[in-house]
């Protein structure tokens, strides 16, 4: 039986794949080390939450990751036409993933009119649905074959492809985005496009025009940043890299402006309770902030890891 941990500050994708990579026996750190990031896509006419994350699409940084450093592959299944071949796949593959609509899951609060999906890490199956774990909680969460019906999109299923942990690959590879990063000044850019988007601040309000802010999809994502930066120091704080390139001061300071950007989510908190542009203007300040000190800070981490920018 698979066992469950809640991965702290994950989305839910982030918690199943670190649970499979704990069922078998790995440290899922390495996983995060695209998770320092922010991408505004400015070509496309949707929301800003639609539009704001910190993985392209189909969180590929992530999956990629899975394979590189850890030897896991994945497959995708489209959703089985019966019960039958259902329970054949629960029952064969050691690590299945489900993506199901999230107002299918009955524990989830699903926003009317909005597409969001859900992945949950399968365990089981009987006549009376599919069993799995999440990030909502500890216990295990049941979805009835209605359930299913209803959202049930596709599964994912991992495998071994090979035995080893590519730590060194990794090291190799955190130094290259880094500089990637430095180079073409993505995270200043992207802040800074962030930052644009609240000169229209009736856009921003209708984003956060919930009678329970906690549900609103743009705060969330506000909070993926900064709990991004945070998992990306996992390794650093664990001391595989602080020590030996004395970064200890560093992640300090970034582990300092995630929970600055956490702050943020009670500034729009404030501003959609008093609609007040003093507010927003104030969030508009941080975020300029951040784009100079991550920037800095990005330039300091590629110093003292021996390669400098181009």
Known sequence: MLTNTIIKNSNCIEHVLCNILQNMGLDYSMLFTDSWS???????PLPLRDRLDIYHTGYYELFENLKGYYGVDKEVYAWPDSYKKLQAMVDTHEYLCLRIQTAACPWLIAIEGMEEYHYLLVT???????????????SMKKLSLENLEKGAMELLSFHKIQDRVNAQEYERDVKRKLCEKAETHRLSKNICLLAEELDDGASILSELSYSDLIISPLLRKISYIGFGRQNFLAPFQRGAFTDKFDLEEETERLLEISKRWLFLNKLFTKYALSKNEEILQKIKGYLQSFSVEEETLLDRFLMKMGKERV
């Open 124 to 138: 089981s199956i009987d006549s009376s649905g599919l069993y799995g774990y999440d990030y909502s909680s500890a």
């Open 38 to 44: 922010i991408f505004v896509d400015k070509d496309t």
